[in-house]
């Protein structure tokens, strides 16, 4: 087993235990140059919000994409946009990636932005 079949696997056993709870997922992908989050529906058919550094609105914001500071703004988006649109309470999925660096400064910066996960 190499790495990314790990952690596929760890993320597959994550979104089976997600779609018991029946809420919405903040569903994050990390690459080594940029950080991307979406609020999926509960039922998974539906994209809520999203946001991420590829995004022309936070690329002027930030100074680089693959860095803490781009994963703050990203988390702030995304928990801006889906406010916005109605849903405050997410199951956090971190895509079987490590809740450090990047995706902590995410999640933390969502928590601050009004999701509660």
């Keep these: 087993m190499n790495k990314r079949n790990a952690r596929q696997r760890r993320a597959t056993k994550t979104r089976a235990k997600i779609r ?3 809420k919405p997922r903040l569903s994050i992908h990390r690459t ?3 950080i991307y989050a979406q ?22 914001g930030i100074d680089k ?4 500071d781009a994963a703050r ?7 801006q946009a889906s406010v916005a649109a109605g ?8 895509s079987g990636f ?6 902590k400064a995410l999640a933390e910066a969502a928590r601050e932005g009004g999701l509660q996960f």
């Design 73 to 79: 703004a990203v988390g702030q988006a995304v928990a």
């Design 87 to 94: 849903v405050t309470a997410v199951a956090f999925d971190r």
């Design 98 to 103: 490590r809740y450090h660096g990047r995706v």
């Design 32 to 34: 080594p140059r940029h």
């Design 39 to 60: 609020v999926i529906s509960a039922d998974g058919g539906q994209v809520v919000a999203s946001a991420s550094t590829v995004a022309k609105a936070l690329r002027e």
């Design 20 to 22: 018991t709870l029946a």
């Design 65 to 68: 994409s693959g860095n803490v």
